[in-house]
Nanobody, 118 residues
Framework: QVQLVESGGGLVQAGGSLRLSCVASGNFFRINAMGWFRQTPGKQRELVATITSDGVTNYADFVKGRSTISRDNTKATVEMNSLKAEDTAVYYC??????????????WGPGTQVTVSS
Protein backbone atom coordinates (compact mmCIF):
# COMPACT_ATOMS: atom_id res chain seq x y z
CA GLN A 1 0.00 0.00 0.00
CA VAL A 2 1.06 3.57 -0.66
CA GLN A 3 -0.02 6.38 1.61
CA LEU A 4 0.36 10.12 1.24
CA VAL A 5 0.26 12.09 4.47
CA GLU A 6 -0.28 15.84 4.18
CA SER A 7 0.48 18.58 6.67
CA GLY A 8 0.51 22.35 6.83
CA GLY A 9 -3.01 23.44 5.97
CA GLY A 10 -5.02 25.89 8.00
CA LEU A 11 -6.10 29.51 8.24
CA VAL A 12 -3.83 32.18 6.82
CA GLN A 13 -4.26 35.92 6.41
CA ALA A 14 -4.24 37.41 2.94
CA GLY A 15 -0.71 38.37 1.97
CA GLY A 16 0.75 35.69 4.20
CA SER A 17 2.63 32.51 3.42
CA LEU A 18 1.93 28.82 3.74
CA ARG A 19 3.95 25.66 3.52
CA LEU A 20 2.33 22.36 2.62
CA SER A 21 4.23 19.10 2.99
CA CYS A 22 3.47 15.59 1.88
CA VAL A 23 5.24 12.38 2.75
CA ALA A 24 4.83 9.17 0.78
CA SER A 25 5.11 5.93 2.67
CA GLY A 26 4.69 2.25 1.95
CA ASN A 27 6.32 -0.23 -0.34
CA PHE A 28 7.21 1.06 -3.77
CA PHE A 29 9.92 0.90 -6.37
CA ARG A 30 10.20 4.55 -7.39
CA ILE A 31 8.50 7.92 -7.07
CA ASN A 32 8.28 9.51 -10.50
CA ALA A 33 6.68 12.80 -9.50
CA MET A 34 4.99 14.49 -6.58
CA GLY A 35 2.99 17.63 -6.31
CA TRP A 36 -0.08 19.49 -5.21
CA PHE A 37 -3.50 20.07 -6.69
CA ARG A 38 -6.41 22.04 -5.28
CA GLN A 39 -10.18 22.03 -5.52
CA THR A 40 -13.01 24.36 -4.58
CA PRO A 41 -16.70 23.43 -4.46
CA GLY A 42 -18.22 23.08 -7.89
CA LYS A 43 -14.89 23.19 -9.70
CA GLN A 44 -12.54 20.59 -11.06
CA ARG A 45 -9.36 19.74 -9.26
CA GLU A 46 -6.55 21.85 -10.69
CA LEU A 47 -2.78 21.70 -10.72
CA VAL A 48 -0.83 23.87 -8.31
CA ALA A 49 2.71 22.55 -8.78
CA THR A 50 4.54 19.32 -9.46
CA ILE A 51 8.13 18.14 -9.36
CA THR A 52 9.61 15.11 -11.07
CA SER A 53 12.29 12.75 -9.86
CA ASP A 54 14.73 14.73 -12.02
CA GLY A 55 13.77 17.97 -10.31
CA VAL A 56 11.75 19.35 -13.20
CA THR A 57 9.03 21.61 -11.86
CA ASN A 58 5.71 22.72 -13.28
CA TYR A 59 3.58 25.52 -11.84
CA ALA A 60 0.09 26.73 -12.54
CA ASP A 61 -0.02 30.26 -13.88
CA PHE A 62 -1.84 31.49 -10.78
CA VAL A 63 1.11 30.58 -8.51
CA LYS A 64 4.05 31.35 -10.77
CA GLY A 65 6.40 33.76 -9.11
CA ARG A 66 4.95 33.25 -5.66
CA SER A 67 5.37 29.53 -5.11
CA THR A 68 8.25 27.08 -4.84
CA ILE A 69 8.02 23.31 -4.82
CA SER A 70 10.82 21.09 -3.61
CA ARG A 71 11.34 17.43 -2.96
CA ASP A 72 13.55 15.46 -0.64
CA ASN A 73 13.33 11.74 -1.26
CA THR A 74 9.77 10.82 -0.29
CA LYS A 75 8.74 14.29 0.89
CA ALA A 76 7.43 17.10 -1.28
CA THR A 77 6.93 20.63 0.01
CA VAL A 78 5.30 23.61 -1.63
CA GLU A 79 5.63 27.11 -0.26
CA MET A 80 3.12 29.71 -1.32
CA ASN A 81 3.51 33.42 -0.69
CA SER A 82 1.30 36.46 -1.15
CA LEU A 83 -1.76 34.36 -0.51
CA LYS A 84 -5.10 35.63 -1.75
CA ALA A 85 -8.67 34.84 -0.79
CA GLU A 86 -9.03 32.93 -4.06
CA ASP A 87 -6.32 30.52 -2.92
CA THR A 88 -8.84 29.14 -0.44
CA ALA A 89 -9.37 25.50 -1.36
CA VAL A 90 -8.78 21.93 -0.34
CA TYR A 91 -5.24 21.07 -1.33
CA TYR A 92 -4.39 17.50 -2.32
CA CYS A 93 -1.02 15.86 -2.43
CA UNK A 94 -0.36 13.87 -5.59
CA UNK A 95 2.22 11.24 -6.42
CA UNK A 96 3.00 9.22 -9.50
CA UNK A 97 4.63 6.06 -8.23
CA UNK A 98 5.93 2.79 -9.55
CA UNK A 99 5.03 0.23 -6.93
CA UNK A 100 6.94 -2.27 -9.02
CA UNK A 101 9.35 -1.80 -11.90
CA UNK A 102 6.60 -1.86 -14.56
CA UNK A 103 3.53 -0.80 -12.58
CA UNK A 104 2.83 2.95 -12.46
CA UNK A 105 -0.13 4.53 -10.71
CA UNK A 106 -1.35 7.83 -9.34
CA UNK A 107 -2.03 8.36 -5.68
CA TRP A 108 -3.79 11.10 -3.77
CA GLY A 109 -3.74 12.32 -0.22
CA PRO A 110 -6.97 12.89 1.71
CA GLY A 111 -6.74 16.68 1.27
CA THR A 112 -6.03 19.55 3.63
CA GLN A 113 -8.11 22.72 3.91
CA VAL A 114 -6.43 26.05 3.29
CA THR A 115 -8.46 29.14 4.11
CA VAL A 116 -7.16 32.61 3.32
CA SER A 117 -8.92 35.36 5.23
CA SER A 118 -9.10 38.81 3.70
Amino acid sequence: QVQLVESGGGLVQAGGSLRLSCVASGNFFRINAMGWFRQTPGKQRELVATITSDGVTNYADFVKGRSTISRDNTKATVEMNSLKAEDTAVYYCYANINRYAYTRAEYWGPGTQVTVSS
